[in-house]
């Protein structure tokens, strides 16, 4: 069972916008800004955002917040190349490690 | 351009021992933490072990503390995972990931390497 919680599946059309969620506590989620990777079709993870940055190279269709305990990652215009399984992750300070969300895998129709 | 190369993967007996590396560049490798991450046959990552910039500091998951040890050689640009005792269950894909700083807590994993599989078999 994994430290965040993360949607099993999202899927949506071209051109629609969807949000992915990750929820945790306030050791973890709560305190420290939430990563969010890309990986497709085991091609070794990507980085797509942290907190609500956006890495280089990454397009601005995506965009990340925070809630509370619950961290969002959203797809505004889902491209066709969006489809991939997205992880959330961060530190648990009261654990002392790195923790993942169990993935959501995402499909664009 | 930042590059993450791993090596050192394959078929290990269980409770035999591999050492895993990744060799680094195009950063200043001694100023920024490092991590491994897992992934197992149909499963999602898994994060197993960080190390600060200096080495000081080391974090492993429940699942592989007291059998794996991460380590670097900053003269090197290499990062180490050593794997004693390894199980069936360790069997996974091994990416080595750049912190975005210093340590681990607080930071985010911003660029990965390719990986390298590990099989624990008899």
């Known amino acids: 069972q994994s430290a965040l919680t993360q949607e099993v599946s999202v899927s949506g059309t071209v051109g629609q916008k969807v949000t992915l969620s990750c929820t945790g506590n306030s050791n973890n989620v709560g305190s420290f800004g939430v990563a969010w990777y890309q990986e497709i079709f085991h091609g070794g993870p990507k980085t797509v955002m942290f907190g609500n940055s956006l890495p280089s190279g990454i397009p601005d269709r995506f965009s990340g917040s925070k809630s509370g305990t619950t961290a969002s990652l959203t797809i505004s215009g889902l491209q066709p190349e969006d489809e991939a399984d997205y992880y959330c992750?961060?530190?648990?300070?009261?654990?002392?490690?790195?923790?993942f969300g169990g993935g959501t895998k995402l499909t664009v129709l | 351009e930042v590059q993450l190369l791993e090596s050192g993967g394959g078929l290990v007996q269980p409770g035999g021992s591999l050492r895993l590396s990744c060799v680094v560049s195009g950063f200043t490798f001694s100023r920024y933490a490092m991590n491994w991450v897992r992934q197992a046959p149909g499963k999602g990552l898994e994060w197993v072990s960080g190390?600060?910039?200096?080495?000081?500091?080391?974090y492993y998951a429940d699942s592989v503390k007291g059998r794996f040890t991460i380590s670097r050689d900053n003269s090197k640009n290499t990062l180490f995972l050593q794997m004693n005792s390894p199980r069936a269950e360790d069997t996974a894909r091994y990416y080595c990931?750049?912190?975005?700083?210093?340590?681990?807590?607080?930071?985010?994993?911003?660029?990965w390497g390719k990986g390298t599989t590990v099989n624990v078999s008899s």
């Open positions: 990931a750049k912190s975005s700083g210093v340590l681990i807590a607080g930071y985010y994993m911003d660029v």
């Open positions: 190390l600060s910039g200096s080495g000081t500091n080391t």
């Open positions: 992750s961060t530190w648990d300070s009261s654990l002392s490690v790195v923790v």
